[in-house]
């Protein structure tokens, strides 16, 4: 387990420009520092640590801390402090298996409830995505948060709220920390992209069945791709 790292780069929280407050600008800095990895599952946090970090005093950073500790980033270990939240290979596979069934039913349940607006706005959204450099060059596929997700925009696209409460407010967080570190895996970013394109012309066809069978398979080769990474994390630990 590492200790926290304070790189070169600058982490301060920048200044009030969104009508934020200060503890909700502090708190998605160092949400978007652990789901890109600049602090990396298992890190021990500190609050002195952090405050330097990102240059805020202590109240906001607490403040900050629990709401990470709510959506599973963060966790209080007994004797050792807080960390950052760590999942082993098997428990990463078994929650994907789960978003597999789950998200492949959003899928379905959005091709028949999305509103031709909604539908619209899937097309824009990965429209925009073309354009990130890191995709254009077939390295990474990272999206943002919320609207700006894809994943995201289909459960909500669902209209069923007790989907959108097991994906959202269960899973949600704790997988896009993990869907950025596998995002760049080699000569999968392009794939993803047009996997995403197929699922929205399903959906805008109507077609329920294949929206699912499309999420399915979509999800499916995500989850393939850890128990590639932990087979071989395996076969090192064993040479």
Not at 101 to 128: F, P
Not at 193 to 221: P, Y
């Amino acid at each position: 387990m590492s200790e926290l790292q304070t790189p070169a780069i600058d982490h301060s929280v920048p200044p009030e420009s969104d009508g934020r407050t200060l503890a909700e600008r502090v708190f998605h800095q160092l949400q978007d520092d652990i789901v890109c990895g600049l602090l990396l599952p298992g890190t021990k946090v500190a609050e002195v640590e952090l405050a330097a970090r990102y240059g805020v005093s202590r109240g906001p950073l607490r403040e900050a801390i629990r709401r990470l500790e709510s959506r599973k980033l963060l966790e209080r270990v007994p004797h050792v402090g807080t960390r950052v939240a760590s999942l082993s290979h098997a428990d990463l596979i078994e929650i994907y298996h789960v978003r597999e069934a789950l998200e492949g039913m959003a899928a379905r349940l959005a091709a028949a409830s999305m509103t031709e607006d909604e539908i619209r706005g899937l097309a824009d959204l990965l429209a925009q995505h073309e354009q990130q450099q890191d995709l254009k060059e077939d390295t990474a596929y990272f999206q943002r948060e919320g609207d700006l997700d894809f994943h995201y925009r289909i459960i909500h696209g669902s209209h069923n709220a007790t989907l959108i409460e097991l994906l959202i407010g269960e899973l949600y967080h704790l997988v896009r920390m993990y869907r950025y570190q596998f995002s760049t895996t080699a000569n999968r970013p392009q794939r993803a992209l047009a996997e995403h394109r197929r699922i929205v012309e399903a959906i805008e066809a109507r077609d329920g069945e294949l929206a699912e069978l499309l999420m399915r398979r979509h999800i499916g080769r995500a989850r393939e791709n850890i128990e590639r990474h932990a087979a071989e994390a395996a076969g090192r630990s064993d040479s």
